[in-house]
């Protein structure tokens, strides 16, 4: 099949509610790489207008951050059929990356800093706290090292070797506890330079099946464009049943500014992957 035959569509979740921090990057770097190797593109919004069945249409989800109140109207709206929708997509394997306000949706509960407890969907085995006002925010640049061991496999075979480190800028009051006991999710990566999921444990994110889930705005996918092909490749391979091994683009620029971070930030990496 040509690759104009292949389609990758993208669900946004709620993309007028959870764009506050300019996540909506992800959604045009996955569309214009895959539109780049010859793919047509569809994007979806999963929104209050959206059905269950549009939520079982997608192929990659993207949801991005969100301020507490927002979070509170969406998981109102994301309740019964579109529930249980979501769950099966990511059960399933279906590709997605979460930033900061979505998947603190995912796990059990996020408690606001103000007002009542928003039950989440509960697919990833996490709880997420904003312990109040007069303790600040985590906010800044932040560098992880991927340690979720599938994932941290495949993107070192797409970086061709070097350690997949991701440069990011959290901005999150609250702090996340993923129970990886439950052997049901694995945090994402390690923090290198930041506070990541609560300052405390040293761990950053969330990695069950195909899902990501990050403190990482930035946007995430720009700044670290090798994720947004393993997104599109995990995709397809699922969609249409076979291994795909995207044409390399060329992202000079992209890795040059990963490398002026990393220098800039003094964060002293074995083997990063910059200015190839
Ligand atoms: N950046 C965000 O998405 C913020 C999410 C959440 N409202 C918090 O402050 O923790």
Same mark, same amino acid.
């Given at each position: 099949m040509a690759n104009q035959e292949l389609e990758l569509t993208i669900g946004w979740l709620y993309p007028t509610l959870m764009s506050t921090y300019g996540d909506r990057g992800n959604v045009i770097v996955i569309e214009r790489r895959a539109q780049w190797r010859g793919y047509s593109v569809r994007i979806q919004a999963l929104d209050q207008n959206a059905t269950a069945e549009d939520i079982k249409s997608v192929d990659v989800i993207v949801g991005g951050g969100a301020q507490d109140r927002q979070q509170e109207i969406v998981m109102r709206d994301l309740q019964g059929a579109k529930a249980d929708?979501?769950?099966?997509?990511l059960d399933s394997g279906t590709p997605g990356v979460f930033t900061c306000g979505s998947?603190?949706? &995912? $796990?059990?509960?996020?408690?606001?800093?103000?007002g009542k407890r928003i039950e989440g969907l509960g697919i990833l085995d996490m709880v997420s706290v904003?312990?109040?006002?007069d303790v600040k925010r985590c906010i800044g640049n932040l560098v992880i090292e991927v340690t979720a061991s599938r994932l941290a496999k495949e993107l070192k075979e797409i970086l061709g070797g070097a350690t997949p480190y991701l440069v990011g800028f959290e901005n999150h009051g609250g702090r996340t506890r993923v129970n990886t006991q439950g052997g049901k999710v694995e945090v994402l990566g390690k923090v290198i330079y930041? &506070? $990541?999921?609560n300052g405390e444990d040293g761990t950053e994110g969330a990695f069950y099946q195909n899902a990501i889930a990050t403190y990482s705005h930035g946007p995430l996918l720009p700044k670290n464009p090798f994720v947004a092909d393993w997104l599109i490749q995990t995709a397809l391979r699922l969609k249409y049943q076979q291994p795909f091994a995207l044409k390399p683009l060329e992202d000079k620029l992209a890795m040059k500014a990963r490398e002026t971070m990393f220098n800039r930030l003094k964060v002293d990496l074995a083997t990063p992957a910059v200015g190839k």
């Amino acid at each position: 099949m040509a690759n104009q035959e292949l389609e990758l569509t993208i669900g946004w979740l709620y993309p007028t509610l959870m764009s506050t921090y300019g996540d909506r990057g992800n959604v045009i770097v996955i569309e214009r790489r895959a539109q780049w190797r010859g793919y047509s593109v569809r994007i979806q919004a999963l929104d209050q207008n959206a059905t269950a069945e549009d939520i079982k249409s997608v192929d990659v989800i993207v949801g991005g951050g969100a301020q507490d109140r927002q979070q509170e109207i969406v998981m109102r709206d994301l309740q019964g059929a579109k529930a249980d929708a979501m769950r099966e997509k990511l059960d399933s394997g279906t590709p997605g990356v979460f930033t900061c306000g979505s998947p603190q949706l &995912l $796990g059990h509960y996020y408690e606001p800093g103000l007002g009542k407890r928003i039950e989440g969907l509960g697919i990833l085995d996490m709880v997420s706290v904003h312990p109040g006002d007069d303790v600040k925010r985590c906010i800044g640049n932040l560098v992880i090292e991927v340690t979720a061991s599938r994932l941290a496999k495949e993107l070192k075979e797409i970086l061709g070797g070097a350690t997949p480190y991701l440069v990011g800028f959290e901005n999150h009051g609250g702090r996340t506890r993923v129970n990886t006991q439950g052997g049901k999710v694995e945090v994402l990566g390690k923090v290198i330079y930041g &506070l $990541g999921n609560n300052g405390e444990d040293g761990t950053e994110g969330a990695f069950y099946q195909n899902a990501i889930a990050t403190y990482s705005h930035g946007p995430l996918l720009p700044k670290n464009p090798f994720v947004a092909d393993w997104l599109i490749q995990t995709a397809l391979r699922l969609k249409y049943q076979q291994p795909f091994a995207l044409k390399p683009l060329e992202d000079k620029l992209a890795m040059k500014a990963r490398e002026t971070m990393f220098n800039r930030l003094k964060v002293d990496l074995a083997t990063p992957a910059v200015g190839k």
